[in-house]
């Protein structure tokens, strides 16, 4: 097997990575593809789905697990498991088999993980600040919950699933990669403004990606931690005075209290992104599970959630999110699988070893293991060595 090579081909796999830039094998290279599966994402946290996908004794969801085919299932106890989808007897997949081993199973607010190692981190000690993409998500719904909105999107991208991840708190890339939607958005957006007096929001979600600049997304800030884990601030202004939020405000009032509301609907989060593969926006109720399923080819699930006693027109904000900026239909998705398509390219062609993760390095800020960055840089490229920085650190475990 070429992983078992690794180790005699490439010793020591951290010259591979420097602080500030990182060689292109890391994206192209079978072999250590195969040993990030085996040393990261067979071995960390792997996000398996909402238990709202398995509401009933007996309901299943199939799920990879780096290359594991896993099912996760509700047993006749009212318990979930995830296990091995291979039939024990003659080891063809199948699903329902209640059977198997049982990989390390946990759940926070609803959101359930495996991890196919036998010990390490619990799954809250695992995920330490970014269990806030949960929990800002849940205090959000009247109700303390949320409940997954069936079925997914689900998108093959032909790169690497690193570049994915590394996208997902760019905040330089937005108003250059998906400029031309958002002008195009905007100029609708003026027009029905004109004619009836008020655009939708909808038109917002879109025309944002030309109206705020890039010096606007330096305003923002990522905060970044170990595990790879990072935190991008700044919230996109979907706090509108219209008489939907209004509505939804009064529900919220009575369930929490007006502090506790005003607590709840002032974070300020636009992205956690869970390294290895997870990246959730909250405020919007979003979230993106990438399952990686060869060195150029990886899966996202795009999924949306419903606030549990919200009003309607609140599920209609996170569906309209959904299907303008997340799903595959999109133009704004459209750019993005473009650009990943692209840089896969150009990263397996002779014309250059390595790739820069430089912007406004040597500018972040250190506290307590955690690295902010410095005011006015939240387009840094901060994001990307964190998870470089963390992806050595497993792949030499
Ligand atoms: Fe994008």
């Not at 010793?11 to 990575?17: K, T």
């Not at 919230?235 to 219209?242: I, N, Q, W």
């Given at each position: 097997m070429l992983h078992e090579r690794i180790p005699d081909r490439i010793?020591?796999?951290?010259?591979?990575?420097e602080p500030d830039r990182v060689r292109r094998e890391v994206y192209t290279d079978p072999g250590i593809f195969d040993l990030e599966m085996q040393r990261i994402h067979e071995r960390v946290w792997i996000y398996c789905g909402h238990e709202s996908q398995v509401p009933k004794a007996g309901d299943y969801f199939t799920v990879q697990v780096g290359r594991q085919p896993m099912i996760m299932v509700r047993g006749s106890d009212g318990k979930i498991s995830v296990l091995y989808?291979?039939?024990?007897?003659?080891g063809n997949m199948i699903c329902g088999d209640r059977q198997g081993n049982a990989a390390r199973v946990e759940n926070y607010r609803g959101f359930v993980f495996a991890s196919l190692?036998?010990?390490?981190?619990?799954l809250e000690e695992f995920l330490g600040e970014s269990k806030v993409a949960f929990d800002d998500m849940c205090d959000r719904a009247p109700g303390g919950e949320v409940e997954v909105v069936p079925n997914c999107f689900r998108v093959i991208q032909h790169s690497n699933w690193k570049l994915f991840l590394e996208n997902?708190?760019?905040?330089?890339h937005p108003s250059v990669v998906h400029q031309s939607t958002g002008r195009a958005a905007h100029e609708v957006e003026k027009q029905i403004e004109k004619q009836t007096g008020k655009a939708p929001l909808s038109y917002h979600m879109l025309s944002a990606f030309a109206t705020v600049t890039i010096d606007k997304w330096d305003n923002f800030q990522t905060l970044n931690y170990p595990h790879g884990h990072c935190i991008l601030t700044g919230?996109?202004?979907?706090?509108?005075?219209?008489p939907d939020t209004l509505a939804y405000e009064k529900v919220m009032h009575k369930a929490y209290g007006k502090k506790r509301t005003e607590e709840i609907l002032g974070v300020n989060i636009h992205h956690v992104l869970i390294y290895p593969g997870l990246s959730v926006q909250s405020p919007l109720q979003q979230l993106r599970a990438v399952r990686p399923l060869g060195v150029d080819r990886t899966l996202t699930e795009i999924w949306h959630f419903r606030l549990k006693g919200a009003p309607e027109a609140i599920y209609r904000r996170s569906l309209a999110y959904y299907n303008l900026?997340?799903?595959?239909?999109t133009l704004i998705n459209a750019d993005d699988l473009e650009n990943f398509w692209k840089c896969h390219q150009g990263l397996s062609s002779d014309g250059g070893d390595w790739v820069s993760l430089g912007r406004h390095f040597g500018r972040d800020i250190e506290k307590n293991g955690m690295v902010e960055t410095g005011p006015n840089m939240g387009t840094s490229e901060a994001p990307m060595r964190n998870q470089m920085k963390a992806w050595t650190k497993y792949m030499q475990a």
């Open positions: 010793p020591d796999l951290s010259r591979l990575v989808n291979r039939c024990p007897h003659r190692a036998k010990d390490g981190d619990t997902q708190l760019d905040a330089l919230y996109m202004g979907l706090r509108p005075k219209d900026v997340n799903s595959p239909a």
